[in-house]
């Protein structure tokens, strides 16, 4: 009865949650979801209010939202300085020059050093302020589409429930005509009985009441089947034990008929998200075209660096002049070919400094800026910038798209509205006009002037006048819902 496509999904508007759901939910949701064994009569409000705060659909939303604020951060320490230590140790084991001696020798080695660089963007074409910018677009951008995702739940929630209630009035209208037919029935086996009427009217008086038996049963699986489908909806464990408040929705005409279309429409240029999603799509891509223009501006850093050193070898901490060999022969002198000679000293080691005394002794620090000036680099700054121009114009025309898809939506939502008031006030008229059909018809049979199969034929076209007066009354209330949606008006207040 109340089927809902993708389209109308992306085409109908939930308020913002209203300040006392909080209380609400403390208050109801509470006991139901722990343990309450006893079923509990839901309101439409409830409904509504239970899906946005528990529905999975709207948790995932949320999420690309939580993620938005993460790149937010993202583009705030793109400001802070880059900084960053390091620690190397070594083992080199072979021939290594001995850097006490200055000799290569077969020996192990180990040298440890340590280091701390640090960066800072001091310009970069103002890219880092636009992706700010733009990170903050994109937070409104995710709190848009989890509103969008609130709207569809919430139509979803509005139809399952309204389903519920035309099932329920429907169950209504097949035990009253189960009901009669038995009493006809009884009635019928009285007069066969008397020898009134033939045998054969009694029994189709019996075959109906066992066909109305039937349509009974199929309505009360087609009600029970809504409440699962909507306690499913709403994803609650006990869904099995869940039914909803028997409201009562009296055919008013909505004011919102009063107004004019145009009227509606611009008023769902000025809320539907669908537009600020688009609109706020256009400032993401015209802030992408100035951070791809920043590639053309010089890049100036800042630059420091802290290194220090320390190895493991003996250290010389002295000399002795050799006792075997205190003297060696460095020349001759020329003319009298005298020897030049010298001490022949011998190097006196010890252990290593401490390594943080090394550290302290062998430290040293760089610091300046760098400046990068973009030259050429394979036209890929200029299609950056050409493909971010592109982005902008396809956004713009999704927006022209959005308002024209928007408008149309609106204009057939109001169509659809007065066409279900208009079929429901057909209905009521046929519906009176076959009460008076099956009361002239019931006159008739008692006395003889009709027949079984004629009655009943009677009384099935009053029980499917009475039947499409519910179908047109809960598809009046639904078209009018999405209209008021339309308006800003929550789902679960009547237009």
């Known amino acids: 009865m109340l089927q809902l496509n993708q389209q109308t999904l992306k085409t109908v508007y939930s308020k913002r949650k209203s300040y006392w759901s909080f209380v609400w939910c403390i208050g109801f949701v509470f006991p139901l979801v722990f343990g309450q064994n006893q079923?509990?009569?839901?309101?439409?409000?409830?409904?509504?209010?239970?899906?946005?705060?528990?529905?999975?659909?709207?948790k995932q939303t949320g999420l690309e939202k939580d993620l938005a604020e993460i790149a937010k951060k993202d583009a705030i320490g793109s400001f802070l300085p880059s900084m960053n230590a390091f620690g190397t140790h070594s083992w080199n084991i072979g021939l290594n020059q001995n850097i006490t001696t200055g000799l290569l020798e077969n020996?192990?080695?180990?040298?440890?050093?340590?280091?701390?660089?640090?960066?800072?963007?001091?310009?970069?074409?103002?890219q880092n302020q636009n992706r700010l910018q733009r990170a903050?677009?994109?937070?409104?951008?995710?709190?848009?589409?989890l509103s969008q995702m609130q709207d569809d739940?919430?139509?979803?929630?509005?139809?399952?429930?309204?389903?519920?209630?035309?099932?329920?009035?429907?169950?209504?209208?097949?035990?009253?005509?189960?009901?009669?037919?038995k009493e006809q029935m009884s009635r019928a086996k009285e007069l066969w009985e008397a020898g009134q009427i033939p045998k054969g009217d009694y029994l189709d008086?019996?075959?109906?009441?066992?066909?109305?038996?039937?349509?009974v049963i199929q309505a009360e699986n087609?009600?029970?089947?809504?409440?699962?489908?909507?306690?499913?909806?709403?994803?609650?464990?006990?869904?099995?034990n869940f039914d909803i408040a028997?409201?009562?929705y009296p055919m008013e005409k909505s004011p919102l008929l009063l107004e004019k279309a145009e009227t509606i429409f611009n008023k769902a240029k000025e809320i539907r998200y669908e537009i600020k999603i688009a609109e706020n799509n256009i400032a993401l891509a015209e802030k992408d075209v100035k951070i791809a223009k920043g590639a053309f501006q010089p890049r100036l850093t800042g630059f420091y660096a802290f290194n220090t050193r320390a190895a493991y070898f003996d250290r010389i901490v002295g000399f002795q002049q050799d006792p075997n060999n205190p003297f060696t022969t460095i020349g001759v002198v020329e003319g009298t070919n005298q020897n030049v000679i010298r001490p022949n000293l011998l190097a006196i080691t010890g252990n290593p400094l401490s390594v943080w005394e090394q550290f302290d002794i062998n430290k040293g620090q760089s610091f300046g800026v760098q400046l990068n000036i973009p030259i050429l680099n394979g036209l890929s700054v200029r299609n950056n910038v050409a493909r971010s121009k592109v982005l902008v114009k396809r956004s713009e025309l999704a927006l022209e798209q959005e308002t024209l898809n928007l408008e149309r939506n609106v204009f057939t939502a109001y169509s659809d509205a007065q066409g279900a008031q208009k079929a429901y006030e057909a209905a009521i008229t046929a519906l009176e006009a076959r009460k008076e059909a099956y009361f002239y018809a019931s006159e008739r049979y008692q006395v003889g002037l009709l027949n079984t199969y004629d009655l009943t034929q009677a009384q099935n076209l009053l029980t499917a006048a009475e039947s499409?007066?519910?179908?047109?009354?809960?598809?009046?209330?639904?078209?009018?819902?999405?209209?008021?949606?339309?308006?800003?008006?929550p789902i679960y207040e009547r237009p």
Request: net charge positive.
């Open 153 to 181: 739940i919430a139509l979803n929630v509005a139809n399952a429930y309204l389903q519920i209630l035309f099932n329920k009035e429907a169950l209504k209208v097949q035990q009253s005509q189960l009901k009669t037919n």
């Open 222 to 240: 087609a009600l029970l089947l809504s409440k699962l489908s909507l306690g499913q909806l709403l994803q609650l464990e006990n869904y099995q």
């Open 246 to 248: 028997d409201e009562d």
């Open 468 to 489: 499409e007066v519910l179908r047109t009354k809960y598809d009046y209330l639904f078209r009018t819902k999405i209209l008021a949606l339309y308006f800003g008006l």
């Open 136 to 145: 903050r677009l994109q937070k409104i951008a995710a709190q848009y589409q």
């Open 205 to 215: 008086r019996t075959a109906t009441v066992a066909a109305d038996e039937q349509r």
């Open 107 to 126: 020996q192990t080695t180990q040298f440890t050093s340590a280091g701390l660089n640090v960066g800072v963007d001091i310009y970069n074409g103002m």
């Open 39 to 58: 079923p509990s009569k839901w309101t439409l409000e409830a409904c509504v209010q239970y899906a946005l705060q528990n529905n999975i659909q709207i």
